[in-house]
Every structure is written in C-alpha cells, then in structure tokens.
C-alpha cells in the first residue's frame, strides 16, 4: 500500500532561509553562515523581447533572451566580546565590497534551513551599506548582491 503524499496546509515562514558564503575555494568550499540576519528576500528576473510576427495571425510572441539575479539580506554586525574583530563571514563580504575583479564577488549560496528542496547557488557582486541610526540602535547592515552568471539550483545539503 502506498502512502498518499502529504497535503501542504501550513504557511511557509521567511526565516526559513540560510545564507552561506563561500570562504574557502572553489576546489575545497568552506560554507560558513552570514549570521544575524534580520531581513532576506531574492528575485531571478527574466527578460522577454517581443519576438511577435506576421504568422502569428495578432497574437503576441516573447522569447526568454536572459535573466538577472540579485540577493538583499539585512543583518546585524556581529562583533567579539571586546568588540575588536568582526564576523569573518560579515568582513568577507565587507571586503569584497572594496575589491575589483574576482575578488569583488562572493561566492553564496542560500537555502531552505529546514531542508525543504530549495536552494540556490552562485556568484555576485555585494553593495555594503550601513544603516546607521540613533544611539540605540543596533549596527545593521543592508547588503544587496547582484549575480554575475548564473543562479543554479542545487540539491539542498541540509535535505534529509
């Protein structure tokens, strides 16, 4: 007898997801979390151009020619105990910011922490940008990578 799949009656949370940055090499990664993140959301726009002709008797023809990809996160600065070194993972991407060529790119990826089938990976160019704020606020950072070639699904590595 075989089980019937189970039907999906929950709401899905945002804090589901996970960034990681590559800091190790390509060869031999070394997946390490952004931590502190406080807001995530990402976004694979496509581009469609009119590809529309006489023999389509009116209707409209598009074809699919590229796509873009960008990641923002939010995240809180996490800093030592005697507040003198940062998140290595925050001053990766920290350094990247300042860079050119490829040392101007993470290589990220970012996935469904509970093991869900989503998740993602690829290169990108990250934007630092301080947020600021009065005395008690917390030192947050808004980050938004824009790819650089392609955003590919991956086989999450936390999938049971």
Not at 24 to 34: F, N
Not at 92 to 102: E, Q
Request: glycine share 10%; net charge negative.
């Amino acid at each position: 007898m075989t089980t019937p799949p189970q039907t999906a009656t929950e709401t899905a949370l945002a804090r589901r997801w996970k960034l990681e940055i590559n800091m190790g090499t390509a060869d031999e990664p070394d997946w390490q979390p952004c931590l502190g993140i406080t807001e995530f959301g990402w976004s694979a726009a496509p581009n469609h151009e009119d590809s529309s002709e006489y023999d389509g008797e009116g209707w409209a023809g598009n074809d699919k020619t590229g796509q873009a990809w960008e990641v923002v996160a939010t995240f809180n600065r996490k800093v030592s105990a005697d507040s003198t070194t940062y998140s290595p993972v925050h001053e990766a991407i920290r350094l990247a910011f300042f860079a050119n060529g490829d040392a101007s790119k993470n290589h990220l990826r970012f996935l469904d922490r509970k093991g869900g089938p989503e998740a993602y990976e690829g290169h990108a160019l990250p934007v630092w940008e301080p947020q600021g704020g009065p005395y008690t606020a917390l030192d947050q950072i808004q980050c938004t990578w824009t790819g650089t070639g392609p955003l590919t699904p991956i086989t999450n590595p936390l999938a049971a």
